[in-house]
Structures are given as structure tokens and as C-alpha cells.
């Protein structure tokens, strides 16, 4: 089948997480179709979403001024698969503890933004990822810190004592940018360990 993939494309990796999608789709003898959400009307045709990094203040206004709100939380309520990667992350979850981001509450964590530390705002770290066989090689950016797990979600990998990965439903999300590695590990686990194909 041909999996047709929502990135939301409002600023983010956009490419890179194309690249991704394409590479865990081949991996299951799949193709993919990637679809730019800059607008309403396109995710209800969408098999799955991803919603990139970014600032989430930014990616949170589009989203609300554009409409598209509502339809990624209809997605979410038909079980559609979703990866939200960091300011992602951000805007999926039920609280960032900041007026300038209204959240989507798709995601039973509340985050802190750019919490991870000034001398850690940007590292590499080997994770271990339920699900996974091996580290997965995953890249922070001024990521944000988990800091509520709700009894929906469930943590798949945490990093100095914090969450970092989390499942909830067809909801993953990660602090971290998958899309910034070779690696498709984390798409093919938010996208096709829940798709049937
Ligand atoms: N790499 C990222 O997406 C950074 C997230 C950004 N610091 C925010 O709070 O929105």
C-alpha cells in the first residue's frame, strides 16, 4: 500500500522527516506519499501525521489561525498514528506550562519547554528505546523536558532520569529529532507498529 504521511509545514524538518517516512516505508515493502499540512482540508485523507520541531509557539498559532486544530485532534480520535517530535511534542501534549502555546491535549504529558539545561541545549545521546534492539542515536535541540506522565501514556525511553519518548495510543512523541539521524527506527515504530497494512 501507499501510506499517504501529514507533515505539518509550518517551519521544521520537513525533508528530513520526508526522507524518514519514505525509508521506514521501504522497510516494510511499502511506498509513501508525503503531504505538506499548511492548511485545512488535507489531513482527513491522511493515513498518519507527523508534527515536526520548531518554535512551538509558531507551529501553535498556524495551527490554531488555520483551522487545523480540530482536524488533527479528529485524527487522533480515529486512531490515526501521530509522531510529534519535540516543539511537536510540545503542541500535542495537555500542558506546556506557557500561555503562548495552546496545546492539542492529544498526548497525557505536560512539558517545560527548553528545559533541558544550557550546557545540554543541544546533544547527542545513545537511547534506549522499548521496542527497540539497539540505541537509537537521538539528537536534542533546546528539547523540552517531560515532566507529568499521564496514566494514558506510556514512557518508552527516558534520558538523565526524564522521559523522552512516550506512546500514547496512536500518539508518539519524542523530546528529541529522529529525522536528524539515517536511523528511521522511531517512524517505523510510531507509524507501522500501528498501521495496518
Ligand atoms: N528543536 C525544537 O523543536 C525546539 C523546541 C523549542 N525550543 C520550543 O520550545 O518550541
Not at 486544530?69 to 506550562?97: N, Q, R
Not at 528505546?129 to 542515536?137: E, H, I, M, R, T
Request: proline share 6%.
Amino acid at each position: 500500500m501507499t501510506l499517504r504521511a501529514g507533515v505539518l509545514a509550518v517551519q521544521g524538518d520537513v525533508s528530513e522527516h520526508a526522507d524518514a517516512i519514505e525509508r521506514a516505508a521501504a522497510a516494510h515493502g511499502e511506498t509513501a506519499e508525503v503531504v505538506e499540512i499548511r492548511e485545512a482540508g488535507l489531513i482527513p485523507d491522511c493515513d498518519v501525521l507527523l508534527l515536526p520541531g520548531g518554535e512551538s509557539t509558531t507551529i501553535s498559532r498556524l495551527v490554531q489561525r488555520e483551522g487545523i486544530d480540530s482536524e488533527i485532534t479528529a485524527h487522533v480520535e480515529a486512531g490515526k498514528p501521530v509522531l510529534a517530535t519535540c516543539a511537536g511534542l510540545i503542541v500535542a501534549a495537555t500542558d506546556a506550562h506557557d500561555d503562548r502555546v495552546d496545546t492539542l491535549n492529544v498526548l497525557d504529558v505536560t512539558v517545560e519547554r527548553n528545559a533541558f539545561g544550557r550546557q545540554k541545549d543541544s546533544f547527542e545521546a545513545p537511547l534506549d528505546v522499548a521496542g527497540l534492539d539497539d540505541p537509537f542515536p537521538a539528537v536534542f535541540i533546546r528539547a523540552p523536558v517531560i515532566d507529568y506522565v499521564g496514566d494514558g501514556a506510556e514512557v518508552l525511553a527516558s534520558w538523565d532520569g526524564h522521559p523522552v519518548a512516550v506512546r500514547d495510543g496512536p500518539v508518539v512523541g519524542t523530546s528529541f529529532h529522529p529525522e536528524l539521524t539515517e536511523d528511521p527506527r522511531i517512524h517505523d515504530l510510531a507509524f507501522f507498529d500501528s498501521v495496518e497494512s
